[in-house]
């Protein structure tokens, strides 16, 4: 009789944290789900002409350009594209027996990745 009782606990807690994880038509868990009006693209290209983006920001924007399209390439090649960072530091990786280094730029940070003699670019992305 316990062991009934037990099992009937069990299959209803299941069910229950199955109840938990519905999910709406757009895909998204329940939770995710923005209350947010939805901006179309024309209002958005036009948020980002209202605002006039400054010529140090503009260059920032360049140089994470570039450093993105050196992705999976020597840092050499990015150290010709934007110079040499303002610092760096590094730590052992996640990705292989090598190290992930990050070069610091004023406004910008490259993601790099360096195993033995040899460092590449993995990823760029604008400080906060």
Same mark, same amino acid.
Do not use: H, W
């Given at each position: 009789?316990? =062991?009934?009782?037990?099992?009937?606990?069990?299959?209803?807690? @299941?069910?229950?944290?199955?109840?938990? /994880? #519905?999910?709406?038509? #757009?895909? +998204?868990?329940? *939770?995710?789900? #923005?209350?947010?009006?939805?901006?179309?693209?024309?209002?958005?290209?036009?948020?980002?002409?209202?605002?006039?983006?400054?010529?140090?920001?503009?260059?920032?924007?360049?140089?994470?350009? $570039?450093?993105? +399209?050196? +992705? !999976? =390439?020597? @840092? #050499?090649?990015?150290? *010709?594209?934007? /110079?040499?960072?303002?610092?760096? *530091?590094?730590?052992?990786?996640?990705?292989?027996? /090598?190290? *992930?280094?990050?070069?610091?730029?004023?406004?910008?940070? @490259?993601?790099?990745? $360096?195993?033995? !003699?040899?460092?590449?670019?993995?990823?760029?992305?604008?400080?906060?």
């Amino acid at each position: 009789m316990k =062991r009934a009782i037990c099992l009937l606990l069990c299959l209803l807690t @299941v069910l229950a944290l199955c109840a938990c /994880g #519905s999910e709406k038509e #757009s895909g +998204k868990p329940a *939770d995710m789900q #923005s209350s947010l009006p939805a901006t179309t693209a024309s209002e958005e290209e036009a948020a980002e002409s209202a605002e006039p983006v400054s010529d140090e920001a503009a260059a920032i924007q360049e140089a994470v350009q $570039k450093a993105l +399209k050196l +992705k !999976n =390439r020597p @840092v #050499s090649e990015l150290y *010709d594209a934007i /110079g040499e960072p303002e610092s760096e *530091d590094a730590a052992p990786s996640c990705m292989g027996p /090598g190290e *992930d280094v990050n070069l610091y730029y004023d406004g910008f940070t @490259v993601y790099t990745y $360096k195993e033995g !003699n040899e460092q590449t670019v993995v990823d760029a992305e604008i400080n906060p």
